[in-house]
């Protein structure tokens, strides 16, 4: 069978995309598949690479170079001419094959690639459109949080056309409902793009100012002294969860290069909770998933406090799979080791596409 591995993309988390690739692209069990890198350049072209058989063209760091997109140029100056072939996204579309998207933000994992894969009627690893858009946006997956019944810190949403037109009412409901610290985010992107703390109106202005850059909605959340607590989901309707892990810090929050660039992360597996709170990490965990309709893998992350109250913060339906990434690393520690977790996310897609082709079989009786 063939993996169609998708990565690179056109938002700002492309980096961690190519990342991601990598350490993917290393551990397929190349005895039942072969791997087919697929590169989208950030201006969004699809690229072509060379098609990769067996592992000991992956061992070599120039032919791992060369496979993952088959052009360092295309990654470093698209400008240049690249070894790869220019395709359209639906040449992917071919018998016994999957596609295994690792791209991270908008035209990644907000529902709009999955749409894609939908139409073309190929099998893919992760959540589907829904789970994807709904997981990807942080206020509306809050308000399906919110009528699952889990509890979230407070926060207040924030729409660009609002902010431009009148600031002082934006300020007023922000400091009505929230008080300092707070922490501004993009409603639609992930990795701590985009994220900055507030410690007064000032800050504010600028954290507000600087999340619109990336998404025409922010969402505006109350600060609180927490421990960052995550756990790793995977399965379909049969969902099994991992152990629990912390991310230990020594600032307030990590941004995009201390996570990816730096790797200065600190990373506390398993998490040293109590049961109950494990029991209660599991179930939100569950509930959160399936509040979403997800499916295939997802990343849910908590805040937990001093007197171990328990605040779902959000669910990542396409967590990093570098090679200090959370989500392998938790499964790791669970017991599943990162060739039989690729291994299992394609079982999850293929079963999954054959389900909802057996309903569309049914449809056309």
Not at 103 to 124: A, K, R, S
Not at 211 to 235: K, S
Request: hydrophobic share 40%; charged share 25%; glycine share 6%.
């Amino acid at each position: 069978m063939k993996i169609f591995l998708v990565y690179g993309g056109k938002s700002a988390e492309h980096d961690i995309s190519i990342l991601t690739a990598f350490s993917i692209i290393k551990e397929v069990y190349y005895d039942y598949y072969e791997v087919e890198p697929i590169y989208i350049t950030k201006s969004g072209q699809w690229v072509k690479g060379t098609l990769v058989k067996h592992a000991n063209e992956v061992k070599d760091s120039d032919a791992l170079k060369l496979s993952i997109s088959n052009s360092a140029k295309f990654a470093t100056n698209e400008n240049q001419e690249s070894e790869g072939t220019l395709i359209q996204p639906s040449d992917l579309k071919e018998e016994n094959a999957v596609i295994f998207p690792v791209l991270h933000g908008p035209n990644g994992e907000d529902g709009t690639v999955q749409g894609l894969f939908e139409v073309i009627g190929m099998p893919y690893v992760g959540a589907g459109v829904l789970a994807s858009a709904c997981g990807m946006d942080k206020i509306i997956s809050k308000q399906l949080f919110q009528q699952a019944g889990l509890p979230q810190v407070p926060y207040v949403p924030v729409r660009k056309a609002e902010w431009l037109n009148d600031k002082e009412t934006v300020f007023k409901h922000c400091e009505g409902t929230l008080f300092y610290p707070m922490y501004v985010k993009p409603a639609n992107l992930g990795s701590s793009v985009g994220i900055s703390k507030a410690e007064n109106r000032d800050e504010l202005l600028e954290a507000i100012e600087l999340a619109l850059r990336y998404d025409r909605r922010v969402v505006v959340e109350q600060g609180i002294e927490a421990r960052e607590i995550e756990v790793a989901i995977l399965g379909n309707d049969d969902i099994h969860i991992s152990v629990p892990g912390e991310l230990v810090k020594n600032v307030d929050f990590y941004d995009y290069e201390s996570k990816y660039l730096n790797n200065e992360v600190v990373l506390q597996i398993p998490a040293l909770v109590p049961e109950d709170v494990n029991l209660r990490l599991r179930d939100y965990a569950v509930r959160a998933f399936q509040a979403l309709d997800g499916s295939g893998l997802s990343r849910c992350d908590f805040f937990l406090t001093s007197n171990d109250e328990l605040f779902i913060n959000e669910v990542n339906t396409m967590p990093g799979f570098t090679q200090f990434s959370m989500y392998p690393t938790l499964w790791k520690n669970t017991g599943l080791n990162y060739g039989d977790l690729v291994e299992e996310l394609i079982q999850l897609a293929l079963r999954r596409h054959q389900e909802r082709m057996s309903f569309q079989n049914e449809n056309d009786k």
